[in-house]
């Protein structure tokens, strides 16, 4: 089994920044992308970031030059840092893994449980 936990979410005001940690544990034969996701209430669950085990980055047009996404691959954790949050931001935050679990099987994606992130003055 795999497992995802994100941490780090909270409630700040428009402008602070937070950092979120996702750590990858379990059955973890090769790991090729982690993303963040988020859902905001009444709406869909959308892209933020990722990385991929070579280090390559992408972002959704909203986040960028705001959000950071950076990883960890000795420790199979992702870190998205988010600076100038904006109560647009608000959404509960979601840590996406596409791995191959044992030798032989193919890329599977595995999701956190989710970490709050409200942004309010």
């Known amino acids: 089994q795999v497992q995802l936990v994100e941490s780090g979410g909270g409630l700040v005001q428009p402008g602070e920044s937070l950092r979120l940690s996702c750590a990858a544990s379990?059955?973890?034969?090769?790991?090729?992308?982690m993303s963040w996701y988020r859902q905001a209430p009444g709406k869909q669950r959308d892209l933020v970031a990722s990385?991929?085990?070579?280090?390559?980055?992408s972002y959704a047009d909203s986040v960028k030059g705001r959000f950071t996404i950076s990883g960890d691959n000795a420790k199979n954790t992702v870190y998205l840092q988010m600076n100038s949050l904006k109560p647009e931001d608000t959404a509960v935050y979601y840590c996406?893994?596409?791995?191959?679990?044992?030798?032989?099987?193919?890329?599977?994606?595995?999701w956190g449980k989710g970490t709050l992130v409200t942004v309010s003055s």
């Open positions: 996406n893994a596409q791995l191959v679990p044992v030798r032989g099987a193919g890329v599977m994606d595995y």
């Open positions: 379990g059955s973890i034969f090769r790991l090729y992308v």
């Open positions: 990385i991929t085990i070579g280090g390559s980055t």
